[in-house]
Nanobody, 116 residues
Framework: QVRLVESGGGLVQPGGSLRLSCATS????????MGWYRQAPGKERELVAI???????NYADSVKGRFTISRDNAKKTVYLEMGSLKPEDTAVYYC??????????WGQGTQVTVSS
């Protein structure tokens, strides 16, 4: 079993910034994929940003140029730097780690609210 712990959510004004962190209990050095998803009220969970197995990154079109995903292998942590936040970015943000045959794991989620 792999445990993921997210942190960094909160309330921010439009145009503001937040950094989310996702710490895992298992090494991420050769992980298949690891990334961030979000789910707004009444909507399906959607991909926000992700590291692939080749350490390439993919972003949702809606966050390109505003969000940056990064990782620290030594700390077994993935980050999501969110800038120029908009009210439509309001959602619960979830971290996912896919270890291939070992399974895919989710964090508990962290609320991000963008409001004036």
């Amino acid at each position: 079993q792999v445990r993921l712990v997210e942190s960094g959510g909160g309330l921010v004004q439009p145009g503001g910034s937040l950094r989310l962190s996702c710490a895992t209990s298992r090494s991420i050095f050769s992980i298949r994929t690891m990334g961030w998803y979000r789910q707004a009220p009444g909507k399906e969970r959607e991909l926000v940003a992700i590291f692939t197995s080749l350490s390439r990154t993919n972003y949702a079109d809606s966050v390109k140029g505003r969000f940056t995903i990064s990782r620290d292998n030594a700390k077994k942590t993935v980050y999501l730097e969110m800038g120029s936040l908009k009210p439509e970015d309001t959602a619960v943000y979830y971290c996912n780690a896919d270890y291939g045959p070992l399974g895919s794991f989710w964090g508990q989620g962290t609320q991000v609210t963008v409001s004036s």
